[in-house]
T-cell receptor, first 115, second 113 residues
Framework: ETGVTQSPTHLIKTRGQQVTLRCSSQ?????VSWYQQALGQGPQFIFQ???????GRGNFPPRFSGLQFPNYSSELNVNALELDDSALYLC??????????????FGPGTRLTVL | DQQVKQNSPSLSVQEGRISILNCDYT??????FLWYKKYPAEGPTFLIS?????DKNEDGRFTVFLNKSAKHLSLHIVPSQPGDSAVYFC????????????FGTGTRLTIIP
């Protein structure tokens, strides 16, 4: 059973640019959530996707958007990057249809630096 | 508004002794609490959880205690081992099955051999 993978590992962008981060969910998991972890802080919920539709959103502006694909892989897109977007971006997956509730499994994250 | 707080940024404990990590929350709607452990360059790993209908949950060396009236939970690790050195995050959730986790800022635990 493969775990949650994310790409790229590190990324450097300049202010105003756009970025796409990718996540492959753990096999069999149909729900994916994205979190932003700023330096010295805990992860903050961005949004969640279930069956290719956004199903819950945290306090993030619309320039943060996402996609979930039929194979349950996912993308996080951020437009008009700002310096404060520099953070570790984590994706987490879960099988929402499992007979017993299980916890989210996190990937290793993508470290985004905005200059 | 920090709804989940971990007031100790760091903690050092001698190997073999008990490690106690604390967490406070303000939102009374939270009804499920989790602890995650994070090593450098890895994502958080689920450790243990507790529902608000319980006051204790135990899994091997790890025990989580919940005091609802005080809105406080703690994680006990006994005995502490060098491999336990990591950052520990407390997280909370409203409603069983709700995906959104609200995390604390983490406590860096260092086990001294």
């Amino acid at each position: 059973e493969t775990g949650v993978t994310q790409s790229p590992t590190h990324l450097i962008k300049t202010r105003g640019q756009q970025v796409t981060l990718r996540c492959s969910s753990q096999s069999g998991h149909n729900t994916v959530s994205w979190y932003q972890q700023a330096l010295g802080q805990g992860p903050q919920f961005i949004f969640q996707y279930y069956r290719e539709e956004e199903n819950g959103r945290g306090n993030f502006p619309p320039r943060f958007s996402g996609l979930q694909f039929p194979n349950y892989s996912s993308e996080l897109n951020v437009n008009a990057l700002e310096l404060d977007d520099s953070a570790l971006y984590l994706c987490a997956s879960r099988d929402q249809g499992a007979s017993s509730y299980n916890e989210q499994f996190f990937g290793p994250g993508t470290r985004l630096t905005v200059l | 508004d920090q709804q989940v707080k971990q007031n100790s940024p760091s903690l050092s404990v001698q190997e073999g002794r008990i490690s106690i990590l604390n967490c406070d929350y303000t939102n009374s709607m939270f009804d499920y609490f989790l602890w995650y452990k994070k090593y450098p360059a890895e994502g958080p790993t689920f450790l243990i959880s507790i529902s608000s209908i319980k006051d204790k949950n135990e899994d091997g060396r790890f025990t989580v205690f919940l005091n609802k009236s005080a809105k406080h939970l703690s994680l006990h690790i006994v005995p502490s081992q060098p491999g336990d050195s990591a950052v520990y995050f407390c997280a909370a959730r409203r409603d069983f099955g709700n995906e959104k986790l609200t995390f604390g800022t983490g406590t860096r635990l260092t086990i001294i051999p």
